[in-house]
């Protein structure tokens, strides 16, 4: 599957913000899907996930409460809605999927298709 983020731009601390992830090619329903973010100079890191079907999500510590996924088989997109955003949310966000991901969702080596990303700037 080929994935396309797009949302991103720049809020200020408090706001929120909705990043959407397409996808195309197989049905997206035969994918987990799940949200990483990549600050500058540091390493990729787990947002959240979301199963095959919507049911069942997980979520990063750091962004529980605060950040949502949903996905909308039938138009094959996932949504990651953000709210009380902070400065430390800055970052470029990544979708990504795999046909199977293990209990190791949070490891980015469990996904095979990865979007492009789109950068998220919050200002203080």
């Known amino acids: 599957v080929q994935l396309q983020a797009s949302g991103g731009g720049l809020v200020q601390a408090g706001g929120s913000l909705s990043l959407s992830c397409a996808a195309s090619?197989?049905?997206?329903?035969?994918?987990?899907a799940g949200w990483f973010r990549q600050a500058p100079g540091k390493e990729r890191v787990f947002v959240g996930v979301?199963?095959?079907?919507?049911?069942?999500?997980y979520y990063a510590d750091s962004v529980k409460g605060r950040f949502t996924v949903s996905r909308d088989n039938a138009k094959n997109t996932m949504t990651l809605q953000m709210t009380s955003l902070e400065p430390e949310d800055t970052a470029v966000y990544y979708c990504?999927?795999?046909?199977?991901?293990?209990?190791?969702?949070?490891?980015?080596?469990?996904?095979?298709?990865w979007g492009q990303g789109t950068e998220v700037t919050v200002s203080s």
């Open positions: 979301i199963g095959k079907s919507g049911v069942g999500t």
């Open positions: 990504a999927a795999s046909d199977w991901v293990g209990p190791n969702y949070s490891y980015t080596t469990e996904y095979n298709c």
């Open positions: 090619g197989r049905p997206f329903s035969d994918y987990v």
